[in-house]
């Protein structure tokens, strides 16, 4: 396994497996709406190593290790830090745009960065199969369009914890630096790039309408 994905994963384990024990240190590193918004920025980024349990610490390391090395053998180790970083904080930021007026939201995981990893997968190999739930084999990009479509679903009725908005942000931040770092994909995969666009118009049209 590569060293900076294995850094990458002992880092969320560490830091994770602290706050599993440690409120005071989870409470002080995770994404707290007000404290971001009063100069905290730095939880943007301490929030996206702390997880709830050790299933939702599992399965985005799972995820992370497994769409990786696409990644890393396409672009390169320095243009995979970029996008897991900067797909982090694409989730931080949009989570702040949509919930900036909600003082008291809380976040915390490594999904932003972790959706950022897989669509920019997705994007260097569409012809990729996914299991769904491990076991059902469907398309990458069917995947893709699916998956922020429900995010869209679960950002507007808030009837759960799940982060979708991270996710979907990080989702965008993985799709954008792909592309910037990647141009040619614009080309070589233009069906795919138009098709996962939409979901990301569908939820910037229904936050202008007021729908989210």
């Known amino acids: 396994m590569n060293s900076i994905l294995i850094a990458i994963i002992l880092?969320?384990?560490?830091?994770?497996?602290?706050?599993?024990?440690?409120?005071?240190?989870?409470?002080?590193?995770?994404?707290?709406?007000?404290?971001?918004?009063?100069?905290?920025?730095?939880r943007i980024i301490s929030s996206a190593f702390l997880h709830a349990d050790i299933g939702h610490?599992?399965?985005?390391?799972?995820?992370l290790y497994f769409f990786a090395p696409v990644v890393m053998g396409?672009?390169?180790?320095?243009?995979?830090?970029?996008?897991?970083?900067?797909?982090?904080?694409?989730g931080g930021l949009l989570t702040i745009y949509f919930h900036r007026k909600e003082y008291g939201y809380r976040a915390i995981g490594a999904s932003g960065a972790v959706t950022g990893i897989l669509y920019s997968a997705i994007l260097l190999r569409p012809d990729m199969m996914l299991g769904l739930f491990f076991v059902i084999p469907i398309p990458a990009y069917i995947f893709g369009i699916v998956y922020l479509l429900y995010s869209i679903y679960g950002m507007r009725a808030?009837?759960?914890?799940?982060?979708?908005?991270?996710?979907?942000?990080?989702?965008?931040g993985g799709y954008?630096?792909?592309?910037?770092?990647?141009?040619q994909l614009l080309f070589d995969h233009m069906m795919m790039?138009?098709?996962?666009?939409?979901?990301?118009?569908?939820?910037?049209?229904?936050?202008?309408?007021?729908?989210?």
């Open 193 to 212: 790039v138009v098709l996962l666009t939409i979901p990301i118009i569908v939820l910037f049209a229904m936050a202008k309408m007021g729908k989210l």
């Open 158 to 172: 808030k009837n759960d914890n799940i982060g979708h908005t991270a996710h979907f942000g990080g989702a965008i």
């Open 74 to 90: 396409y672009l390169g180790d320095v243009s995979f830090i970029l996008i897991y970083f900067g797909s982090l904080i694409f």
């Open 57 to 63: 610490l599992v399965f985005n390391m799972l995820t």
């Open 176 to 183: 954008i630096l792909t592309l910037v770092i990647q141009p």
């Open 11 to 42: 880092a969320n384990v560490l830091m994770s497996y602290k706050g599993f024990n440690d409120v005071q240190f989870f409470r002080k590193h995770e994404f707290h709406m007000g404290s971001v918004l009063s100069g905290e920025k730095i």
